[in-house]
């Protein structure tokens, strides 16, 4: 579980790819305090495993599923990435809830100066995470706890402070870019149960007691 509070800007020193299976080794410092293997890590909102780690990087295997649905695909050697390492119990919750799980990809379409702030529009690739995404509400792109500002038909916008901006790798972020989205849990949880059908009870058994039964075992 994460909270979207990026804690370091990593750097993608090496990949390994076979077919869509992925080795990446990534150099950071912050979140490699107390790290250890099995360990997860958000990397630009997707939740990995730690399974190897030195004393200024470390390395993840991601899957084909990953591979299929994020954008870590795009990855080269070099690129900029959001780390954030699971959250502990008795920190501040500031962000929302974030499990690290990508519903799906974004496309920058937008980017530009508000007064003090830059705004993002991005068009989102699929329908189904749309539903899951609304004015004022909590969205997760690139690991990063974002409100959105609004929606119009597939394009939504964030505005962004100059802080978040500057401490994540959103600000090397541009037009035609790919970003990971995640839609907040607790909208999936509400259409879950509202749509949840419990299965239709068994029909209760005919019972074998007639009034023929109980006379001739003296109950009448």
Known sequence: ??????????IIKAI?????????????????????????????????????FYTSDFSADVMPETFRKSSLSQLSTGRTVNLERAMIIGSRFGGHIVQGHVDGIGVITSRYIDGNAVVFEIEVNTQKLLRYIIPKGSITIDGISLTVVSVHQNVIKVSIIPHTLAQTALQQRGTGDIVNLEGDIIGKYVEHLL?????????????????TFLTEHGFL
């Open 195 to 211: 749509r949840f059908q419990e299965k239709p009870s068994e029909q209760p058994r005919k019972s074998n007691i007639s009034s």
């Open 16 to 52: 390994h790819k076979h077919g869509e299976v992925m080795q990446i080794n990534i150099s950071a410092k912050k979140i490699l305090d107390g790290i250890a293997l099995g360990d997860s890590i958000a990397v630009n909102g997707v939740c990995l495993t730690v399974t190897k």
């Open 1 to 10: 579980m994460f909270t979207g509070l990026i804690e370091e800007i990593g």
